[in-house]
């Protein structure tokens, strides 16, 4: 039996599994199997979350999370993440669950649970400006990243029609919630290689960057699409090439320390980077060489830029 708080719980947080179907969120259908793939993303994402919210004890969650199967383990960890930073910050007088998690079984997720502590941010209306305070200096901005995904997901018209940014966000937290919905667009375009570059370019220029960025991680980490579907976007990105294989190698990275290796980030990092993906995975791991503290640019654009920069190069080179 569970206990009345639990029911309670789960009785004002729970997410239904019927909130991640394209049908309940309005995004375009496509390819069966590829959204198929997404959709089911989408359960293991709430999953997790709905799991935490039964029981917050860090060994006995993980044990459940532990038992999805290792290619979606990543996204049960981020949805469980979600839950648990609610929960701190719902109740403020016991907000170390999300610590005790990160700090234990998680540790090796430790990417995916700072993007899954930007969907509560975002579920919560929070002011990310405070997060990041007492964040990671460098991590911390995944959450921002989250914050975009989220926004992307459960508000797909607001944020691909509209192409609005909240209020709340200022200066470089804009930037990097861009390269969150640029992750959400693959699952709003149900990965379809045509219509993704045809939504970012409706956006204002300054803004495609990062929304390519977006795609080249969730192309390597969610996947769903052939060689030449991969090959076709990367056409596609054109200038934009490098911000595409810098967000395949973090995904490559984010797989890389979680032991979560899957033949889809591999092959998009041999498309997309022209390399491994563990080789891609060392590039982002160099780019932290003497990275510079946060000054007029946040370290985590220095990262980011560094890791562009390489890729660039390669390519001229060829």
Not at 76 to 85: I, P, V
Not at 188 to 197: F, L, M, S, T
């Amino acid at each position: 039996m569970i206990s009345p708080a639990t029911w309670l719980k789960r009785r004002i947080l729970s997410i239904s599994p019927r909130e991640t179907t394209f049908s309940r969120r309005g995004f375009r259908k496509g390819d069966a199997a590829i959204q198929e793939r997404l959709e089911r993303i989408g359960e293991t994402f709430v999953r997790g979350y709905n799991t935490a919210l039964t029981d917050d004890d860090p060994a006995r969650l993980a044990l459940h999370l532990d038992a999805v199967e290792l290619e979606f383990r990543g996204f049960a960890f981020e949805g469980a993440a979600m839950a648990l930073t609610l929960l701190d910050c719902l109740t403020p007088w016991n907000n170390q669950r999300l610590r005790a998690f990160l700090s234990g079984p998680a540790s090796e997720h430790l990417y995916m649970v700072h993007v899954g502590v930007g969907w509560a941010l975002a579920r919560l209306r929070r002011k990310v400006d405070r997060f990041l305070k007492h964040a990671d200096p460098l991590l911390g901005w995944l959450a921002v990243d989250g914050y975009g995904f989220h926004e992307g997901y459960f508000h797909c018209r607001r944020a691909f029609e509209d192409k609005g940014v909240p209020e709340r966000l200022t200066h470089y937290a804009r930037r990097v919630f861009d390269q969150g919905l640029g992750r959400s667009l693959w699952f709003v375009e149900c990965a379809n290689v045509e219509r993704v570059p045809v939504t970012i370019v409706s956006f204002p220029s300054a803004r495609h960057a990062d929304l390519w960025s977006g795609i080249g991680l969730a192309c390597a980490y969610a996947g769903g699409v052939s060689r030449a579907e991969i090959e076709a976007l990367r056409r596609a990105a054109g200038p934009y090439r490098p911000q595409l294989a810098q967000g395949a190698a973090f995904a490559a990275k984010t797989r890389n320390r979680a032991s979560n290796p899957a033949p889809h980030t591999e092959l998009a990092c041999e498309v997309l980077c022209g390399m491994s993906a563990a080789d891609a995975a060392s590039i982002t791991d160099i780019a932290l060489d003497r990275l510079p503290v946060d000054g007029e640019e946040p370290s985590y654009e220095i990262w980011r830029q560094r890791i562009q920069s390489y890729f660039a190069k390669e390519a001229a080179s060829v």
